[in-house]
C-alpha cells in the first residue's frame, strides 16, 4: 500500500523521490505528493492518480536538495489531492505517513483547542500539527514527543523549514529502510525504490528513529538513545522484475512469500489486532451491516476465496457462497439481503471476474470489495472496498505468492468483520499471533526444498495424481492440483478425501500417487482411514505431515514431517510443500515452468 521516500543530499532530489515512487507503485494507491525545502521555504506537489500525474506537475530541475514523497491509499478521508500527503503545519512541517494513528480523534481536538486548522479529512495530518507544537529548535526531539503520543501502526518522514538540512524518520509496525550514499542520505519503504542510489542499506528495527542530514545519520532506539545498526549491502538490481540468481521465476516467486506476506501484513495488524479501516475508509459501517458473504474468483483465486469459507462460516458464523465467476455471471442469483460481494484477483483484469461484478442487478449487497495485487487495474477502480496483497510483480503464470497473500488477505477479512461484529478478543488475537509468525514458518518449510526435489524424481513418467484434503484442506488440495497440471502437465485431479471410495479410488493403483496433507486437528484420524484404502488398493501414498502428526507408515509410503503448528493458518502454510513439488516435477519434465503452454497470467477474455 502505501510508500514514502525521502532524500537529503548535496542535488537537488526531486527526481529522485520521483524514481522512488515509481518504484513502489506495485504497492497499491491513489494519489501521490512530494514536498522539498528550497530556500527556507516549503513546496509542494500533489496529485490525484498514478505518479505520472503527479509527474506531469514537477519540473525535472524543480530546486530542492532536502525532500519527501509519499503514494497514498485513502483509509481515514477519500481519495483526493487534498487528502494527498505530505500533509503540513503552518508551512513549517511536513510529513509522510505510512500506516494508521487509531487515537488520531483525541489528538485532533486538543489540537483544534490549541488553534491548529485541518485541511484534510485524514488520520495522517495530526501529526504534522502535534509536531509543530512540539518543536521548539531540536526537530527529532519534538518527533519523539509527538510519537510518544501516537497509538497504531505507522512510518513517518519529516522535514521542517527551521532544520532545513535535517530528515527524521521512525518506525513503528511499519518497516522503514535507510539507504546510505556519498554525502547523501535517504529512507524509504522499500528498498527497490533506493536501489538506483545506492546498494547500502539499514534496516530500522521496531520504535526505532533516524536522523539523516547530507553528510551522516544517526540511529536512535525507542528510548531515544543512540544505537548502531549493520550497514546491508544488497544484491539486488535496479531491476526488481529479474530472476536474479533462481533458474525461473515460478521459484523466485516461491522463495519471496516470506517478504510478500510480510508485506501484505505491513501496517494493518499490532500486536493483538487488526487495525481499523485498511479496507477503505468507511469499511467498519459496512462491515457492521454484513449478514451474508459471496464470493466470486477464478482459478487459483477460486480456491483462495474457497479457503476463506471455511474461516468465515466458523469464526464469524456467517454464511458465505464461492463461486467460480464463469459459472456466477451467467446464472440467476438469489441475493440475502446485506450481502457483501467479494472478488479477488491477481491482475485485476480477470474477464469473467469483472463481468461478474459488472452485472449485479440485487440491491441487497451492502458492499462491493475486490481483493487484488494490481492498484491500476479495472477491479480494484470498481469496487468500493479494496485491500492490496502487496505480493509485488509475479511473472510466473502459476500463481504462488500471490495465493498465499490472498489467503492472508481473506483472514485478515475476516478479523475485520469479527472486529466490529463481537470475534472473541482472545481468538483475534491468537489469529493475529499467527498471522505475525507466518513469515518465518514459511522460511522454515522452504528448507524442505531439498527433500521434495528428490521426490520429484517419482512423478516423472506419471499421467497423472490424486490429491486429497478434508475441510480447510480440500481447496488446498485442489490448488496443488492445479499447479502440477499447470506447468507439468500432469493430469491431476483434487477430492475431498471421504469422497475417495465413491468414485477416484477406481483410479488407484501403482502407477497412481496420491498426495495429501494431513494437519493436526479433528480430521486426523479419518485421513488416516482414507490412507489404508489407498494403500489396500495398491497406491503409494506422499504425505506432507504437520506437527503432532502421528503415522503408521509403511515401507512404500513417503511422508514428509512439516515442523509447524498453527490452528487458523495452517492451510496457508500447507500450500509451501506442494508449490515446490510442483515446480521440481515440472524441470524433471523438461516443461516450460514459466510459460506453460496455452496459458496466460491475466485472463482477459472469456
Known sequence: MCGIVGAVAQRDVSSILMEG???????????????????????????????????????????GRIGIAHTRWATHGEPSEINAHPHF?????????????????????????????????????????????????????????????????????????????????????????????????????????????????????????AVLNQRDYQVYGADGKPKDLEVNVTELSSDSAQKGKFRHYMRKEIFEQANSINDCLEGRIDSTS???????????????????IQIVACGTSFHAGYVAKYWIEELLGLPCQVEVASEFRYRKTAVPKDTLFVTLSQSGETADTLAALRNLSSKNYCGLLSICNVAESSLVRESSLVLMTRAGPEI???????????LVSMLLLVLSIGKVQGLDDKLAALIVRELSELPRQIEKLLELDVQIEVIAEDFIDKQGALFLGRGAHYPIAMEGALKLKEISYIHAEAYPAGELKHGPL?????????????????????????????????????????????LERGEDDIVIQMDCKTDWTTPILSTIPLQLLSYHVAVLRGTDVDQPRNLAKSVTVE
Open 21 to 63: 515512487l515509481r518504484r513502489m507503485e506495485y504497492r497499491g494507491y491513489d494519489s501521490a505528493g512530494i514536498a522539498l525545502i528550497h530556500e527556507h521555504k516549503l513546496e509542494r506537489f500533489r496529485a490525484l492518480g498514478k505518479v505520472r500525474e503527479l509527474a506531469n506537475r514537477v519540473s525535472d530541475e524543480q530546486p
Open 89 to 209: 503545519s503552518r508551512n513549517r512541517v511536513a510529513i509522510v505517513h505510512n500506516g494508521i494513528i487509531e487515537n488520531y480523534k483525541e489528538i485532533r481536538a486538543d489540537l483544534l483547542v490549541k488553534g491548529y486548522e485541518f485541511d484534510s479529512q485524514t488520520d495522517s495530518e495530526v501529526v504534522a500539527h502535534l509536531i509543530d507544537s512540539y518543536f521548539k529548535d531540536d526537530l527529532f526531539k519534538a518527533v519523539k514527543q509527538a510519537v510518544d503520543q501516537l497509538e497504531g501502526a505507522f512510518a513517518l518522514g519529516i522535514i521542517a523549514t527551521d532544520a532545513p538540512q535535517t530528515l527524521v524518520a521512525c518506525r513503528r509496525g511499519s518497516p522503514l529502510v535507510l539507504g546510505v550514499g556519498i554525502q547523501e542520505n535517504f529512507v524509504a519503504s522499500d528498498v527497490s525504490a533506493l536501489l538506483p542510489v545506492t546498494s547500502r542499506f539499514i534496516y530500522l528495527e521496531e520504535g526505532d528513529y
Open 506 to 550: 477406481a483410479l488407484v493403483d501403482a502407477d497412481m500417487p496420491v498426495i495429501i496433507v494431513t494437519p493436526n486437528d479433528e480430521t486426523m484420524d479419518k485421513l488416516h482411514s482414507n490412507m489404508q484404502e489407498v494403500k489396500a488398493r495398491g497406491g503409494k501414498l506422499y504425505v506432507f505431515a504437520h506437527q503432532g502428526v502421528n
Open 396 to 406: 510466473g503464470v502459476a500463481s504462488t505468492k500471490s495465493f498465499t497473500t490472498q
Open 274 to 292: 487488526v487495525l481499523d479501516s485498511i479496507f477503505g475508509a468507511n469499511a467498519d459501517t459496512i462491515f457492521t451491516q454484513v449478514r451474508n
